[in-house]
C-alpha cells in the first residue's frame, strides 16, 4: 500500500476522511458485526488488509477500513464481489476489532454464524443487517462485540481515563466480566464523576462569595476614600479661616497701636501747652 494513505486516527479525523472519500463514517459505540459477514474475508486477510466486514445483506457487502485507498478497495473487492460497500472507522477502532476474541479464535466466529443462523430459522424476520446509529435486533448482538464496542466508547469520553475505576482487562487484551460488571463499572465512573461535579459546584459558590465579598470591600473602601477627601477639604477650610483670623487679628493689634500712640502722642502735646501758660 502507498506510504500517502490517510489514517483516521480518531473521530475528527476519522469524520474529515469519511467525507473526502464520500463515505460513511461509524463511531466505535456504533460498531456491529452480522456474523454472516465473518465468513467473506478470512481472519488473516482481515489483518493484512486492515479491513472488518460488518455486513453480508444483498449483493452488497460493508466492509470497514481505517486507512481508505484504491488499491485496498480493489484487492477487498476481488474477495467479497465488486458492489462491497466501504465505510470508515476509526484506527483504534478498528484495532479493537481485529484484536477480539471474534477474529481471534476461528472456532468462535463458526459458533456466531451458526447461532445467526439458527435463530433465523427460528425467526424467519429477523434480520442481521447493519444499522448504521447503533440500532441493531437484540437477538443478533454478540456478548463480545458489545462489551468491546463499550469500552472502546468509554475510552473516548473525555477525561474518563482520569477516573480512577479499573476495567477488568486481560493480558489478551479481552474485557474480562460480565455486562452487569461492566454496567457496575461505569456507574461508579459516573459516580465519580458526580463526586467531582458537586466539588466544582461547591468551588464555584465559594469564589462567588470571595468575589461578592470584595466588591462589598472596595465598595466600603470608596465609601471610606470620600469620607477621607471630606474631612480633608474641611481641615483646610478651617486652616484658611484660622490664617483669616489670625490676619485680622493681627490688623486689629497694630490698629490699636497706633491708636495708644495718638493717644499718647495727644496727652504728651496738651502737658506742654498747659505749662506754658
Known amino acids: 500500500m502507498s506510504a500517502a494513505e490517510e489514517t483516521a486516527h480518531d473521530d475528527v479525523s476519522g469524520r474529515a476522511l469519511a467525507e473526502k472519500w464520500k463515505l460513511e463514517y461509524v463511531e466505535a459505540y456504533a ?3 452480522d456474523p454472516h459477514a465473518l465468513s467473506l474475508i478470512g481472519h488473516a486477510d482481515c ?4 479491513a472488518v466486514p460488518l455486513a453480508a445483506t444483498g449483493r452488497a457487502p460493508l466492509v470497514a477500513v481505517s486507512t481508505p485507498s484504491k488499491e485496498r478497495f480493489d484487492e477487498i473487492r476481488r474477495l467479497t464481489g465488486k458492489h462491497t460497500r466501504f465505510a470508515i472507522v476509526s484506527d483504534r477502532t478498528l484495532d479493537a476489532l481485529l484484536s477480539s476474541r471474534m477474529f481471534a479464535d476461528p472456532a468462535a466466529a463458526a459458533a456466531a454464524v451458526a447461532a445467526a443462523a439458527e435463530r433465523r430459522e427460528h425467526d424467519p424476520e429477523l434480520g442481521d443487517e447493519l444499522d448504521m446509529n447503533g440500532a441493531q435486533p437484540a437477538a443478533a448482538l454478540d456478548h463480545d462485540s458489545l462489551v468491546e464496542a463499550m469500552v472502546a466508547a468509554l475510552q473516548r469520553v473525555p477525561g474518563a481515563g482520569a477516573a480512577p475505576v479499573a476495567l477488568p482487562i486481560g493480558e489478551d487484551g479481552q ?7 461492566l454496567i457496575g463499572q461505569i456507574d461508579a465512573t459516573m459516580g465519580v464523576w458526580t463526586s467531582v461535579r458537586n466539588t466544582l459546584t461547591g468551588i464555584a459558590a465559594e ?3 470571595a468575589k461578592r465579598a470584595a466588591r462589598e470591600a472596595k465598595e466600603q473602601l470608596s465609601v471610606a476614600h470620600a469620607e477621607n477627601d471630606q474631612h480633608l477639604n474641611r481641615v483646610r477650610a478651617l486652616e484658611a479661616e484660622l490664617n483669616e483670623s489670625k490676619a485680622l487679628v493681627a490688623s486689629a493689634k497694630a490698629r490699636l497701636q497706633d491708636a495708644a500712640e495718638l493717644l499718647l502722642g495727644g496727652a504728651s502735646t496738651s502737658e506742654e501747652s498747659h505749662e506754658l501758660l
Open 47 to 50: 489483518k493484512r488488509l486492515r
Open 175 to 181: 474485557f474480562e466480566g460480565s455486562i452487569g460488571d
Open 207 to 209: 469564589l462567588e462569595e
Open 31 to 33: 460498531v456491529s458485526i
